[in-house]
Nanobody
Framework: QVQLVESGGGLVQAGGSLRLSCAAS????????MGWYRQAPGKQRELVAA???????NYADSVKGRFTISRDNAKNTVYLQMNSLKPEDTAVYYC??????????????WGQGTQVTVSS
């Protein structure tokens, strides 16, 4: 069993910053890619940023230059530093992890989500 626990969401004014964290725990052999997604009310879930085990990153165009994804492989943790936040960044943010289990079966796990609200 693998769990992803997110933290760091909250309410912030436009132009402010937040840092999200997501820690994976459980029966983990290795973690490949990790990522952050978000879902605003009435919209589909979308990729915000992703990072491979080697540190290669990918960002949505809407957050490039403002958000930074990073990870600590020793702690099985992924972070999302969000700067210059805009009201349109308001959403529930979910992390995910592509986990290789001890059985060598691969599965994508999701966190429970954390609310980010940016006021204008």
């Amino acid at each position: 069993q693998v769990q992803l626990v997110e933290s760091g969401g909250g309410l912030v004014q436009a132009g402010g910053s937040l840092r999200l964290s997501c820690a994976a725990s459980g029966s983990i052999f290795a973690i490949n890619a990790m990522g952050w997604y978000r879902q605003a009310p009435g919209k589909q879930r979308e990729l915000v940023a992703a990072i491979t085990s080697g540190g290669n990153t990918n960002y949505a165009d809407s957050v490039k230059g403002r958000f930074t994804i990073s990870r600590d492989n020793a702690k099985n943790t992924v972070y999302l530093q969000m700067n210059s936040l805009k009201p349109e960044d308001t959403a529930v943010y979910y992390c995910n992890a592509d986990v290789l289990l001890p059985s060598l079966y691969e599965y994508v796990y999701w966190g429970q989500g954390t609310q980010v609200t940016v006021s204008s």
